[in-house]
């Protein structure tokens, strides 16, 4: 089982600031990724930018979450994602969180429900975290 909020609240300080700075370091690096594949198109891509960068995300996402639990953002601000039993992800987990979170990003409603989520529940959890039982948490020492 993942840590209590009540009895072991370090687990959760934090998260959703961390959350948000583990995005805007991963959107660099995909974006960072998406412009190094421009010239490789022959720069067709440029006329695709939008779905590429989707793609790619998509892609960076269930590679780091399967071989980590954490994409590069979230171990730069030391969390990391677990599934209810306490887990690291395996490759379905991070296929199923990165689609629930495409879906949410795609669909902004969505996403402010997700983020409200975060800011008020007290495991912190998205909307894609309560759907899949799964939660971010402050890394173990």
Known sequence: M????HTQPQFYEGIPAKR?????????????????????????SLFFLPVVF???GFAYRVVTLSRGSATWGMRFM???LRTAND?????????????GYTVSVMVAPLQLISIV?????????????MVL???ALNRRA
């Open 54 to 56: 989707v793609l790619l």
């Open 78 to 80: 030391a969390i990391e």
């Open 20 to 44: 948000l700075l583990a995005w805007i370091v991963d959107a660099v690096i995909i974006a960072s990724l998406t412009l190094l594949t421009v010239p490789f198109t022959l720069f067709i």
């Open 2 to 5: 993942t840590p209590d909020p």
């Open 117 to 129: 989520l975060m800011l008020g529940s007290e495991r912190r959890q998205g909307l894609t975290d």
């Open 87 to 99: 887990d690291h992800f395996d490759l379905s987990n991070a296929f199923l969180h990165t689609l």
């Open 133 to 135: 039982g799964t939660v």
